[in-house]
């Protein structure tokens, strides 16, 4: 059974850091993409990061740029999402997703359960 499953949310003080993991099973991973994705109450689902299925290519949201970093490891099935300097605006439901295929920017036809982010003091 194909499954995407997230962990590492949690509560976390503004300029703290989580590290997120998603952890495939069911398919093999190696052959797609995986991107992350994040929700907040009341707001539209965006787009955080991506990564192509060999690592060598990634792209982030403009609010993340250098703050966070997408990484992947295929012989644990497994995606991260690091991120540093989290501030109030970060708060949401991280989602990761499977790509339909090997690169970034294609449909997405599997998704994760989510993982509650939130940024407070």
């Known amino acids: 059974q194909l499954q995407l499953v997230e962990s590492g949310g949690g509560l976390v003080q503004p300029g703290g850091s989580l590290r997120l993991s998603c952890a495939a099973s069911g398919f093999t991973l190696d052959y797609y993409a995986i991107g992350w994705f994040r929700q907040a109450p009341g707001k539209e689902r965006e787009g955080v990061s991506c990564?192509?299925?060999?690592?060598?290519?990634?792209n982030y949201a403009d609010s993340v740029k250098g703050r966070f970093t997408i990484s992947r490891d295929n012989a644990k099935d497994t995606v991260y999402l690091q991120m540093n300097s989290l501030k109030p605006e970060d708060t949401a439901t991280y989602y990761c997703?499977?790509?339909?295929?090997?690169?970034?920017?294609?449909?997405?036809?599997?998704w994760g359960q989510g993982t509650q982010v939130t940024v407070s003091s």
């Open positions: 990564i192509s299925s060999s690592g060598g290519s990634t």
């Open positions: 997703a499977r790509s339909s295929g090997y690169v970034c920017g294609l449909e997405y036809d599997y």
